[in-house]
């Protein structure tokens, strides 16, 4: 059974940092691209970070670019997304994700989902 279950979320203020984890269970990990993708209030869905399966492309939004990395730990079967500089724009509940096609991360439409983790960054 595929489960992917993320942690690390919390509340922090304005410029402070989060660090998520996503671990992995049911399959293997080498063959998944991952994503990490959050959901705020009267939003849409979107992608934050993704990663393909052996790390070698990496893509970020814009909006978090120089202050959000996403890592991999293939053996240990998690993933993590450090999150810095945090603003209150980055409230959202927090997803990781993953898929065997690239595509799909890219396209937000993974087949394999975690239940999510709030981020509230306020003062």
């Known amino acids: 059974q595929v489960q992917l279950v993320e942690s690390g979320g919390g509340l922090v203020q304005p410029g402070g940092s989060l660090r998520l984890s996503c671990a992995a269970s049911?399959?293997?990990?080498?063959?998944?691209?991952i994503g990490w993708f959050r959901q705020a209030p009267g939003n849409q869905r979107e992608m934050v970070a993704a990663?393909?399966?052996?790390?070698?492309?990496?893509r970020y939004a814009d909006a978090v670019k120089g202050r959000f990395t996403i890592s991999r730990d293939n053996a240990k079967k998690l993933m993590f997304l450090q999150m810095n500089s945090l603003e209150p724009e980055d409230t959202a509940v927090y997803y990781c994700?993953?898929?065997?096609?690239?595509?799909?991360?890219?396209?937000?439409?993974?087949?394999?989902w975690g239940q999510g983790t709030q981020v509230t960054v306020s003062s």
């Open positions: 990663i393909t399966n052996y790390g070698s492309t990496i």
């Open positions: 049911g399959f293997t990990l080498d063959y998944y691209a």
């Open positions: 994700a993953s898929d065997r096609y690239w595509n799909n991360i890219l396209e937000a439409r993974p087949n394999n």
